[in-house]
T-cell receptor, first 112, second 112 residues
Framework: ETGVTQTPRHLVMGMTNKKSLKCEQHLGHNAMYWYKQSAKKPLELMFV???????ENNSVPSRFSPECPNSSHLFLHLHTLQPEDSALYLC???????????FGPGTRLTVT | AQSVSQHNHHVILSEAASLELGCNYSYGGTVNLFWYVQYPGQHLQLLLK??????LVKGIKGFEAEFIKSKFSFNLRKPSVQWSDTAEYFCAVLLFSNKLIFGTGTRLQVFP
């Protein structure tokens, strides 16, 4: 059981497609995050939102576009991705950015 | 650049054996430290955390970790592992900038 949910759990998309990943947290937290988990590499922080404002963009290519409409929801809009973008994308939330983070189950993305 | 090193990539133990997983970080400032665990097919879960105070912290399921500031280390221990501890373990360091950096993970296999 997790307080952070992610949809879809699996996604296959072509390089010309546009898709979105959704994250929802039910913990009353004020900060939300996107991470990329690739095989044999550490989790890579992509974006941080605190109180619905983006406070960190970790040099992520513009083909990844985050959106945080409120403190409970976070989206990652994807367009013209590359095969090397195939990975597990994890969403997390925390009370604020100085506290421990709680992770969702992830979306397994495959770019063909 | 700041980094987190987990030197043991794959550990294989028999049940009842003792466990110690190494974690070292390269950052001279104030840090908060975490161990996360990912059981097969499940999401990342917080195992334990250190913010301040007693450098020996206890987490769930009999795990503990010791923060040794002079060695920039936060090693995870368990005196007697169980088959159900089979999982991947991630050390993470929260920097003063509120950026969470993960190690590459250690895969633990416990055989009955």
């Amino acid at each position: 059981e997790t307080g952070v949910t992610q949809t879809p759990r699996h996604l296959v998309m072509g390089m010309t497609n546009k898709k979105s990943l959704k994250c929802e947290q039910h913990l009353g937290h004020n900060a939300m995050y996107w991470y990329k988990q690739s095989a044999k590499k550490p989790l890579e922080l992509m974006f941080v939102y605190s109180l619905e404002e983006r406070v960190e963009n970790n040099s992520v290519p513009s083909r990844f576009s985050p959106e945080c409409p409120n403190s409970s929801h976070l989206f990652l809009h994807l367009h013209t991705l590359q095969p090397e973008d195939s990975a597990l994308y994890l969403c997390a939330s925390s009370q604020d950015t100085a506290y421990e983070q709680y992770f969702g189950p992830g979306t397994r993305l495959t770019v063909t | 650049a700041q980094s987190v090193s987990q030197h043991n990539h794959h550990v294989i133990l028999s049940e009842a054996a003792s466990l110690e997983l190494g974690c070292n970080y390269s950052y001279g400032g104030t840090v908060n430290l975490f161990w996360y665990v990912q059981y097969p097919g499940q999401h990342l879960q917080l195992l334990l955390k250190y913010f301040s105070g007693d450098p020996l912290v206890k987490g769930i399921k009999g795990f503990e970790a010791e923060f040794i500031k002079s060695k920039f280390s936060f090693n995870l221990r368990k005196p007697s592992v169980q088959w159900s501890d089979t999982a991947e373990y991630f050390c993470a360091v929260l920097l003063f900038s509120n950026k969470l950096i993960f190690g590459t993970g250690t895969r633990l296999q416990v055989f009955p």
